[in-house]
């Protein structure tokens, strides 16, 4: 990802293929020195980091399939304290807010319509891909005007990025 057009205030929803390489899970970070300077040019821009329920527990599913018990314990450890850090609110990310009645029906509706489409691995579509395309159609509905995007290493998610639109004159 080029990081050099990043916008001030952008809006980014994290994919959980980049949030493991944040976490640092074993055998699923290859990718930390890239992971490091965008996330430090997402700080920097003071973008809004959001990292949604489903992301947060396929890390977890990640971290509990991957390495032996000791380095699963120190990784859950790191986990467990940056996902407390974010809930306390001391973190550059925040968890995205558990979703309302309806958000959840447009989610189970998404998954459903979504589940029969193949990625680039010939995997259909997860539950955790599907709340990411509704949290970003959400953030998209309440930030008109800004830059928002999904950072993820998977092709089709990165391909949800809508440019910041047009600016309300005052």
Same mark, same amino acid.
């Given at each position: 990802?080029?990081?050099?057009? &990043? ?6 929803? *994290? ?10 899970v074993? %055998? ?11 996330? =430090?040019?997402?700080?920097?821009? $003071?973008?809004?980091? *959001?990292?949604s &329920? ?6 977890? %599913?990640?971290?509990?399939? %991957? ?22 609110? !001391? ?5 995205? /807010?558990? /979703? !309302? /009645?309806?958000? +959840?029906?447009? *989610?189970?509706? =998404?998954?459903?319509e ?12 997860? &539950? #955790?891909?599907?709340? +990411?395309?509704?949290?970003?159609? $959400? @953030?998209? @509905? ?14 089709? +998610?990165?391909?949800? %990025?809508? @440019?910041? #639109? ?5």
């Amino acid at each position: 990802m080029d990081w050099s057009h &990043l916008e001030a205030g952008a809006v980014c929803l *994290l994919d959980t293929s980049v949030f493991v390489e944040l976490i640092g899970v074993p %055998n699923m970070c290859d990718q930390q020195a890239a992971v490091d300077v965008g996330f =430090s040019a997402l700080v920097e821009a $003071r973008a809004t980091i *959001l990292v949604s &329920l489903a992301t947060v527990i396929e890390t977890g %599913n990640h971290i509990a399939q %991957n390495g032996d018990g000791h380095q699963r314990r120190v990784v859950a450890a790191r986990f467990l304290a940056a996902v407390q850090q974010a809930m306390d609110d !001391q973190a550059p990310w925040k968890i995205v /807010p558990m /979703p !309302q /009645p309806d958000e +959840l029906r447009a *989610l189970i509706e =998404s998954f459903a319509e979504e589940v029969h489409r193949s990625d680039l691995r010939g995997k259909g579509r997860s &539950l #955790g891909d599907a709340a +990411l395309k509704v949290e970003f159609d $959400r @953030q998209c @509905q309440l930030a008109p005007t800004r830059h928002v995007f999904i950072w993820s290493f998977d092709a089709g +998610l990165a391909a949800f %990025n809508r @440019q910041s #639109g047009p600016r309300r004159r005052a």
